[in-house]
């Protein structure tokens, strides 16, 4: 069975990252935001791992890239790796190393959601990942069911991976963007900040003030209006590729992988 690219998101946000710019400025950071900034560089480390994690396989020799869709109990089979090659910026022999793993961590051929926030959390022990990893599953594009298919995985992959600077930046874009608006509102910043601190075993209550500075600081950086509390998509790539510690963080993704 092929994979539907057409695939429906279910609607829905968290009730309660990665990405590694939100908490970035330009030199004379503050004491707060030099905090912020050091904890995007570690987010923008770590979720370079699990990227790999997610994507790495033992062995780069491959029979045949669908001869294990006979296995009992799979869900999902991957359309055809001709369809792949042309939809991603991965190659025939990258896309057969990014699926052997992929079924390592998913045998029935789907990544639930539950499966997603367990490979976070290896990465994050002493904290609580549920949120960040929540805001992060709701950038792939899933099946009725609410399950990423290996072909939505392995198109964000290469997004994150392979991808121009100006795609990075608003897939990253679309993670703060909590609630789908098409702006980043003083409660997006607030909830992905939150869940950054969560993912680090921060106590969110102590950090209240440091937590506020810091998403106040991103909007005066980054908004024409400030006084509106909220940042456009192109105001948010206009600041990114302007400011030369962020555009390189988000390049740190093309390396790691293959």
């Known amino acids: 069975m092929d994979v539907d690219l057409d695939e429906t ?73 001709e369809a792949l090659e042309k939809e991603t910026l991965f190659t025939r022999e990258e896309i057969k190393v990014v699926y052997r793993r992929f079924k390592q961590e998913c045998p029935n051929g ?25 805001f992060v599953y709701n950038t792939f594009r899933r099946n009725a069911s609410g399950d990423v298919i290996f072909a939505s995985f392995l198109r964000t992959l290469s997004v994150m991976i392979k991808g121009s600077l100006d795609d990075k930046l608003s897939w ?22 939150e869940s950054m601190y969560f993912m680090v075993g921060k106590d969110i209550e102590a950090e ?20 509106n509390r909220e940042i456009t998509r192109e105001e948010f790539i206009l600041f990114c590729t302007q400011d030369n510690q962020v555009e390189k963080s988000i390049r740190l993704y093309n390396c790691g992988l293959f």
């Open 208 to 227: 209240e003030t440091a937590i506020k500075a810091q998403v106040n600081s991103i909007i005066q950086k980054m908004s024409s209006d400030p006084s």
């Open 110 to 134: 789907v990544l639930t959601e539950e499966i997603f926030r367990t490979v976070f959390q290896q990465f994050f022990p002493i904290g609580d990942t549920s949120q960040y990893a929540h």
């Open 9 to 81: 998101v279910p609607a829905g946000k968290p009730r309660r990252r990665g990405a590694v710019t939100i908490a970035a400025g330009s030199n004379g950071t503050s004491g707060n935001e030099g905090s912020g900034r050091r904890m995007s560089r570690r987010m923008s480390t770590n979720l370079k791992n699990i990227w790999t994690k997610m994507a790495n396989s033992g062995s780069h020799k491959t029979a045949s890239f669908l001869d294990e869709l006979e296995i009992q109990g799979v869900r999902e089979k991957p359309q055809n790796i």
């Open 172 to 193: 990253i874009f679309n993670l703060y963007d909590i609630d789908r608006d098409g702006i980043l509102s003083h409660h997006d910043l607030r909830l992905v900040l």
